[in-house]
Every structure is written in structure tokens, then in C-alpha cells.
């Protein structure tokens, strides 16, 4: 079983930063899809970036240019940089995990409340 914890949430103005950190723990294999999600009030939950064991990333085009992903794999942990912020940002951030044969073995954070305001 695998367990992922998000951090980093928070209220901010448009314009400004925030980061947000996704642990992993449990049986993480090597070869892993990482991602983060989110969801707007009223409206279907969306992605917003993954990245790969290897260090490919991909980018919702709403967010490129803005957002960075990464991830430290020692440490189990994908980060998402979010800079530029816009009140259509706002939402539940959630880090989720692919593993697995054809990574169908898909794991979800609780998700993390990101807020901005105009």
C-alpha cells in the first residue's frame, strides 16, 4: 500500500507563490508516474502536471510557463513550484501516483486547499 501526504497549501494574492510538497510512503517501486491534480469548485478535477522516475515533466496548458514540478526520489517526495498565481488557480491540490504494470495501480493524497485571491 502506498500513502501520499500533500503540504503547502495555503491563501495567497494573485501575483504571488506557493509550494507545494507531496511525501510518499509505503511500497514505492522505482519506475513511478507522479503528478499533481486539481479541482475547482463546481467543476470536473483536472491535471495539472506529472513527471516521470526519469525527470520528464508535462504541463496542463494553463499552467505552463508558471508552474515547475519535481521530485527527489530519495526522499519520495514530488514538489510543485507554483509562481504567477491567478484566482482561477484556486482549488484542492491533490499529488497522485502511478505504479506498477502499465501504471495502473493509481494512488491519491488527501488533496490541499489552495486559495488566491484577486
Known amino acids: 500500500q502506498v500513502q501520499l501526504v500533500e503540504s503547502g497549501g495555503g491563501l495567497v494574492e494573485a501575483g504571488g507563490s506557493l509550494r507545494l510538497s507531496c511525501a510518499a510512503s509505503?511500497?514505492?517501486?522505482?519506475?513511478?508516474?507522479k503528478g499533481w491534480y486539481r479541482q475547482a469548485p463546481g467543476k470536473q478535477r483536472e491535471l495539472v502536471a506529472t513527471?516521470?522516475?526519469?525527470?520528464?515533466?508535462m504541463y496542463a496548458d494553463s499552467v505552463k510557463g508558471r508552474f515547475t514540478i519535481s521530485r527527489d526520489n530519495a526522499k519520495n517526495t514530488v514538489y510543485l513550484q507554483m509562481n504567477g498565481l491567478k484566482p482561477e488557480d484556486t482549488g484542492v491540490y491533490s499529488c497522485?501516483?502511478?505504479?506498477?504494470?502499465?501504471?495502473?495501480?493509481?494512488?491519491w493524497g488527501q488533496g490541499t486547499q489552495v486559495t488566491v485571491s484577486s
Open positions: 513527471i516521470t522516475s526519469g525527470g520528464d515533466t
Open positions: 509505503g511500497s514505492i517501486f522505482s519506475n513511478n508516474i
Open positions: 497522485n501516483l502511478r505504479q506498477g504494470l502499465f501504471q495502473s495501480s493509481i494512488y
